[in-house]
């Protein structure tokens, strides 16, 4: 089947507020309740500037996306605008990044999912939620919009009594002054806090599902975005006023200490249930997302041809479900949470380095974002994918060149 085969033959059914919940539950899941200790060793109490900076270059990489979505209408994302604009090459460079950060990202959710579930006992919990949760999409139950608000609903709720309480009884002195700044630990945890905006890519990917995409989505993607922003802002400056950098670093549940030292057992519950809920959903929308990329990509003959294997039963790609799982359950085996974040950010920065050279090709009348939007984010992409821990930046290259290389090569083998 085409790549438009694939991904035009759903119903424009979401508005804009739709688009916005989901792009919320998606970001808002993955990355509040993981990203902010990582992010916190690394920057220490420069923590903010860490996430203002991240916070630039998805804002770029959104607008690029949203001028990206109104040209091109269809389910895929960066996958679709970089075949569409640059090439196949491009399209499957972004493709298969996509899957590989995106991968990552599912081992980091599962690894949430224990973290603040059964502290101390974080991977056989997160084994265990994987299986689960790959069973479910093989059986085709999915995450729906209504229990999207709900979990929204439910974090928003929690986060607010998280900051409302922190404020109000934390220390008599805030822990976050004085530390002196680094911009390679400014510039890392930029790049791990990345991580926890990329749920907008979700919003774009549905371009095939909105009512006029043109209009909806470039409204749905800065609205999500600034919301995120508001929030995580006021999660992290609680949770350095009340823990510090070093308290933030040292923890594997950062939002459950804080939680302990200010409202006590009953704050502890609702943040362990808000975000074993947010994780876990989060964890079923990214299972879902990546099994429909590598169907897709399988069905264009740039992944092997098994992976497009659709259940007659239950009308899901049940091979490609159980093949992402195995990965990630692999993922969660070697890795830990601030290696599965790095890694999964490496491969989504560098799907959004070919979203933004894509928009940089796009002519004015098509609404070509202002020249400063692509190039920072094309620049920021490449920088933050730098500055990630060692071990992200040299894992997530040797995969992204061995799957450009085995593109080149069958493309050259190709008749």
């Given at each position: 089947?085409t790549?438009s085969g694939?991904?035009n033959?759903?119903?424009?059914?979401?508005?804009?507020?739709d688009?916005?919940?989901?792009?919320?539950?998606s970001?808002?899941g993955?990355?509040?309740?993981?990203?902010m200790?990582?992010?916190?060793?690394?920057?220490?109490?420069?923590?903010?500037a860490?996430?203002?900076?991240?916070?630039?270059?998805?804002y770029?990489?959104?607008?690029s996306?949203?001028?990206?979505?109104?040209i091109?209408?269809?389910?895929?994302?960066?996958?679709?605008?970089?075949?569409?604009?640059l090439g196949?090459?491009?399209?499957?460079?972004?493709?298969?990044?996509?899957?590989v950060?995106?991968?990552?990202s599912?081992?980091?959710?599962?690894?949430?999912?224990?973290?603040?579930?059964?502290?101390?006992?974080?991977?056989?919990v997160?084994?265990?939620?994987?299986l689960?949760?790959v069973?479910?999409?093989?059986l085709?139950?999915?995450?729906?919009?209504?229990?999207?608000?709900v979990i929204?609903?439910?974090?928003?709720?929690a986060?607010?009594?998280?900051?409302?309480?922190g404020?109000?009884?934390g220390?008599?002195?805030?822990?976050?002054?004085?530390?002196?700044?680094?911009?390679?630990g400014?510039?890392?945890?930029a790049?791990?806090?990345?991580?926890?905006?990329?749920?907008?890519?979700?919003?774009?990917?549905?371009?095939?599902?909105v009512?006029?995409?043109a209009?909806?989505?470039?409204?749905?993607i800065?609205?999500?975005?600034?919301?995120?922003?508001?929030?995580?802002?006021?999660v992290?400056a609680?949770?350095?006023?009340?823990?510090?950098?070093?308290?933030?670093?040292?923890?594997?549940?950062?939002?459950?200490?804080?939680?302990?030292?200010?409202?006590?057992?009953w704050?502890?519950?609702?943040?362990q249930?808000?975000?074993?809920?947010?994780?876990?959903?989060?964890?079923?929308?990214?299972?879902?997302?990546?099994?429909r990329?590598?169907?897709a990509m399988?069905?264009?003959g740039h992944?092997?041809?098994?992976?497009?294997t659709?259940?007659?039963?239950?009308?899901?790609?049940?091979i490609?479900?159980?093949?992402?799982?195995?990965?990630?359950?692999?993922?969660?085996?070697v890795?830990?949470?601030?290696?599965?974040?790095g890694?999964?950010?490496?491969?989504?920065?560098?799907?959004?380095?070919?979203?933004n050279?894509?928009a940089?090709?796009?002519r004015?009348e098509?609404g070509?974002?202002?020249?400063?939007?692509?190039?920072?984010?094309?620049?920021?992409?490449?920088?933050?994918?730098?500055?990630?821990?060692v071990?992200?930046?040299?894992?997530?290259?040797?995969v992204?060149?061995?799957?450009?290389?085995?593109?080149l090569v069958?493309?050259?083998?190709?008749?």
């Amino acid at each position: 089947m085409t790549l438009s085969g694939h991904m035009n033959d759903v119903q424009r059914r979401l508005g804009t507020k739709d688009a916005v919940v989901i792009g919320l539950g998606s970001m808002i899941g993955a990355g509040v309740f993981s990203a902010m200790g990582p992010a916190a060793q690394a920057a220490g109490a420069w923590l903010l500037a860490g996430l203002a900076v991240a916070a630039l270059v998805a804002y770029c990489n959104a607008t690029s996306s949203a001028r990206l979505a109104a040209i091109h209408p269809a389910s895929g994302g960066t996958y679709v605008y970089g075949t569409r604009q640059l090439g196949p090459f491009w399209g499957y460079t972004a493709g298969w990044s996509f899957v590989v950060g995106k991968t990552a990202s599912c081992a980091a959710m599962a690894l949430t999912v224990g973290a603040y579930a059964v502290p101390g006992a974080e991977r056989p919990v997160a084994l265990a939620v994987v299986l689960a949760l790959v069973a479910l999409n093989c059986l085709g139950i999915h995450k729906s919009a209504v229990l999207t608000r709900v979990i929204v609903g439910v974090v928003l709720l929690a986060l607010a009594l998280f900051v409302v309480t922190g404020w109000a009884f934390g220390p008599a002195a805030p822990r976050y002054v004085g530390a002196e700044p680094s911009l390679r630990g400014v510039l890392q945890a930029a790049g791990l806090l990345f991580f926890a905006f990329a749920g907008y890519a979700r919003i774009a990917t549905l371009g095939g599902e909105v009512r006029d995409p043109a209009r909806t989505i470039p409204r749905a993607i800065p609205l999500a975005l600034g919301i995120t922003l508001v929030v995580y802002t006021l999660v992290a400056a609680t949770s350095l006023y009340v823990l510090g950098a070093a308290g933030m670093a040292a923890s594997p549940a950062p939002l459950v200490d804080v939680a302990r030292d200010t409202g006590g057992a009953w704050l502890v519950v609702v943040v362990q249930v808000a975000a074993v809920v947010a994780a876990t959903g989060s964890l079923l929308g990214l299972i879902l997302g990546v099994s429909r990329t590598t169907l897709a990509m399988a069905g264009d003959g740039h992944l092997p041809r098994p992976l497009s294997t659709v259940s007659e039963r239950h009308g899901t790609p049940w091979i490609a479900e159980v093949t992402i799982g195995a990965v990630v359950i692999a993922l969660v085996l070697v890795s830990d949470l601030r290696g599965a974040i790095g890694f999964s950010s490496f491969g989504v920065l560098f799907y959004y380095a070919v979203a933004n050279i894509s928009a940089w090709t796009l002519r004015r009348e098509q609404g070509r974002p202002p020249a400063w939007v692509p190039v920072v984010g094309l620049t920021g992409c490449l920088v933050l994918a730098a500055s990630l821990p060692v071990a992200s930046v040299i894992g997530g290259g040797v995969v992204v060149a061995v799957g450009i290389v085995v593109y080149l090569v069958r493309a050259r083998l190709r008749p």
